[in-house]
Structure formats: structure tokens, C-alpha cells
């Protein structure tokens, strides 16, 4: 059976509302190509997010949050 961290939850469970501002910062710092559509605001942010805690375990949190400060 497969158990999903509290920050994969966190991560995986966003609503796509939460995604648009990390999004588009991220299309701004020219590391993801974003579309105006909420579903793929929502794709980009939990990707990246999702690469950020596989980078970085349990301080991903703090890394996302220093790129996106860029």
C-alpha cells in the first residue's frame, strides 16, 4: 500500500486557485511556458512544487520559495 507524505498531500492537493501566482512567476523567471488556462496554472505549480520536494525533501518548502523570490 502506498502512503503519501503530509507534504505530497500538501503538494498533490493544492486547488488550482492557489496555483496561479506561482505560475506565472515561474513563466516570469522563464523556467515554465504557462498558458492562461487554470488547468495548466494548476499542472506548472505542483510540478514544480513536486520537483522541489523531490530535490530537496524536507526543505522544499524553503527552496520553492527562494526561486520563486528569484
Known amino acids: 500500500m502506498i502512503e503519501l507524505s503530509d507534504d505530497q498531500i500538501r503538494i498533490l492537493g493544492r486547488p488550482n486557485f492557489t496555483c496561479r501566482e506561482i505560475a506565472h512567476r515561474l513563466g ?3 523556467l515554465y511556458k504557462v ?3 487554470s488547468e495548466s496554472e494548476q499542472a506548472v505549480a505542483i510540478h514544480f512544487l513536486l520537483d522541489q520536494y523531490d530535490k530537496h525533501g524536507d526543505s522544499w518548502l524553503e527552496e520553492a520559495n527562494k526561486t520563486l523570490k528569484g
Open 28 to 30: 516570469e523567471l522563464g
Open 35 to 37: 498558458s492562461k488556462r
